[in-house]
């Protein structure tokens, strides 16, 4: 399976975006998935998580009640819909399928990555 990241770019502190991932090659409705970031001089960090059906989703405390995972019913598809947007939001964006059903926060819980689209939130 594949996944690809788009939806990135440059915003403005308390805008918002809309990142998607979609799968190709192999389906991934049964897995749960999620989002990670990585900032420069960081190590990659778990953002939001979502179950296979959509039915449970997790957030990282730094981005709860802003940012919103969700997940299209039987299609390899997930979105982060990410508002109030800070600096400290800015990274690169990686959608991740996970190994099982639900999603986890941990890196290793996850088998397939994305390449990654870039958020910039400035000041």
């Known amino acids: 399976v594949q996944l690809q990241a788009s939806g990135g770019g440059l915003v403005q502190a308390g805008g918002s975006l809309r990142l998607s991932c979609a799968a190709s090659?192999?389906?991934?409705?049964?897995?749960?998935m999620g989002w990670f970031r990585q900032a420069p001089g960081k190590e990659r960090e778990f953002v939001a998580g979502i179950a296979w059906n959509g039915g449970s989703a997790y957030y990282a405390d730094s981005v709860k009640g802003r940012f919103t995972i969700s997940r299209e019913r039987g299609a390899s598809r997930m979105y982060l819909q990410m508002d109030s947007l800070k600096p400290e939001d800015t990274a690169v964006y990686y959608c991740?399928?996970?190994?099982?059903?639900?999603?986890?926060?941990?890196?290793?819980?996850?088998?397939?990555w994305g390449q990654g689209t870039q958020v910039t939130v400035s000041s």
């Open positions: 991740a399928a996970a190994r099982s059903s639900y999603a986890g926060a941990q890196t290793s819980a996850y088998t397939r």
């Open positions: 090659g192999r389906t991934v409705s049964n897995n749960g």
